[in-house]
């Protein structure tokens, strides 16, 4: 059972490396706080209001916003609207928009008509959309039609804010965040175009600018949580991600090092002690969470299940083999050869069937001078020498308490007797210590004289005896 249980775990190990939903509901259960240093200026309803359609605004409206947060000392500025036309602003705007501590976000696929020597760094602000609309991951790279690795939008904000982050095009989990009523989570925009803000709240964070407007189709997705948000929330939330502390991924082979030790740990304990472990894998997730570690608990968890599975298996094979099973050499009983005879006996036309009879004399003086451990292990001695001496799809059973039976495969008349025969002389110097034993063979096939089960054995019981009368005769 150990090393079926070490395979099938470390099959599961391959198979399940990632605990995604285990992750993602430790992720609604346990919100991380909002990061302090990442701040949202929201174009809400409001701001649309004020200024018109979005599409109308004049540049100067962006360019007015970039220097109150210039004045309020921000660390950098990603801009999440669509600017497609930045290059063709007055000289002043240009100017403003074209500096390494602003972010322009790029839709996918697209890549913004910048003039040469623009230094304004661009990101595909894009998200992972799983079903439903759901964002519950985000990469920090993303391939466009070419195959090159273009930047995400909340990478080149993050390496702007003294985060060094590969380019890696594999899903990170997108951290949930819960709200801080004592926190503005998001300042409107025409506050801060006005002035209207405090400079203290700005200082040093890393700043976007997006739609948070509920009027506006395309603006919002569903979180980890299921709840509308704002694209540039999720955005925000991906940038604290990344300046957060990260979320550390077991190896693959430390995940089947423990799917393997769970598993064969649960069939050494057997008994339920198998669940109890598969409780302890799963409740160690929460707190390796809290540490930054994403453990694969259900994965783990259900090694250990599937360990105590094989070995409620064992036992289920054990209870239903075990009227028909003899315990001392694992051969069939009496009722086993009832059922195997039975089984074969349509057929008998095509494959006749053969049976032999062996019983051994002396055996019960075994018993009376050595005890029963020895006449155990005469009777393992004879079985092993059966075992190994019997063709294929032979099958041998213990039929009595010094008594075996041989159904043999396919055997008409002209075979019985040479089989017969071979078994045996396999038997005939068989001895323990300083005592003589003796085995005795009849056998018997069907044929148009034996027309049922029972006239087979008696048939191979008559040619025993005669057998064994021959052998004494002789002497």
Known sequence: MVPAAALLAAGLALLLPNDDRLWDSLNRALPSPPDPRVVVVGIDDASLRDYGRLSGWPRELYGQALRTLDEAGVQTIGLDVGLSDLAQSETGL????????????????????????????????????????????????????????????????????????????????LRHVRSDPARLSIIPFRDVVNGNVRFGDLQGRVVLIGLTAESLPGATRRDAAGEVTPAVLLQARAVSTLLGAPLLRLPLWLTLLLCVAVAVGAVLVRGLWGFVIALAALGLAVPLWQVNVLFPGMTVSLAAILGTALVGLERWWTLRNLGTRDPLTGFGNRLAFTRAVEHRWPGRQGRPIGLLLVDLSGFRRVNETYGRAAGDEVLRGLAARLQTHKRRGDVVFRWGPDEFAVLLDNTGPGDLGPLTEKVQRTLEDFTYRDLSLRASVGGATTGPEVRTPTELIEAASRSRYRMKYQREQGE
Request: proline share 14%; charged share 15%; net charge positive.
């Open 94 to 173: 240009a100017d403003l928009f074209s500096r390494p501590n602003v972010v322009l976000a790029t839709p996918p696929g697209q890549t913004l008509d910048l003039p040469p020597g623009w230094r304004s760094p661009t990101g595909v602000n894009t998200l992972n959309t799983g079903p439903g609309g759901t964002v519950r991951s985000f990469q920090t790279a993303y391939k466009d039609r070419s195959g090159a690795l273009r930047p995400s939008f909340a990478r080149q904000l993050a390496v702007n804010a003294g985060q060094p982050v590969p380019l890696d095009t594999t899903p990170r989990l």
